[in-house]
């Protein structure tokens, strides 16, 4: 296994607050990053702020809290999405 390291990006990334760390201020590159971590960063890095209410699913309780808005707009965003596609191209969803 190799040492944990600290990718040259990470700091950037940090400044744009795209990937805050964790609670206690680490970064943990060699970790797989979850679903939460990801639509989070996702919508940070495209700077859409987080939506006041939480996305239903069937594991939400497994949604970190401070997850929730962001997954729940960037369902709203997708949607929003699909819609206006579907619209364009005339086509029934």
Same mark, same amino acid.
């Given at each position: 296994? !190799?040492? !944990?390291?600290?990718?040259?990006?990470?700091?950037?990334?940090? @400044? @744009?607050?795209?990937?805050? #760390?964790?609670?206690? #201020?680490?970064?943990?590159?060699?970790?797989?990053?979850?679903? $939460?971590?990801?639509?989070?960063?996702?919508?940070? $890095?495209?700077?859409? @702020?987080?939506?006041?209410?939480?996305?239903?699913?069937?594991?939400?309780?497994?949604?970190?809290?401070?997850?929730?808005?962001?997954?729940?707009?960037?369902?709203? @965003?997708?949607?929003?999405?699909?819609?206006?596609? $579907?619209?364009?191209?005339?086509?029934?969803?």
């Amino acid at each position: 296994m !190799t040492p !944990t390291h600290t990718p040259t990006y990470t700091p950037t990334l940090a @400044k @744009k607050n795209i990937f805050v #760390g964790y609670e206690e #201020g680490s970064f943990k590159p060699d970790n797989k990053i979850t679903r $939460a971590e990801f639509i989070t960063a996702i919508m940070r $890095a495209y700077n859409i @702020k987080p939506a006041d209410n939480k996305a239903k699913f069937i594991d939400s309780n497994e949604i970190p809290g401070w997850a929730e808005g962001y997954i729940a707009v960037s369902i709203e @965003k997708i949607l929003l999405k699909v819609i206006l596609m $579907a619209h364009l191209n005339h086509s029934n969803i």
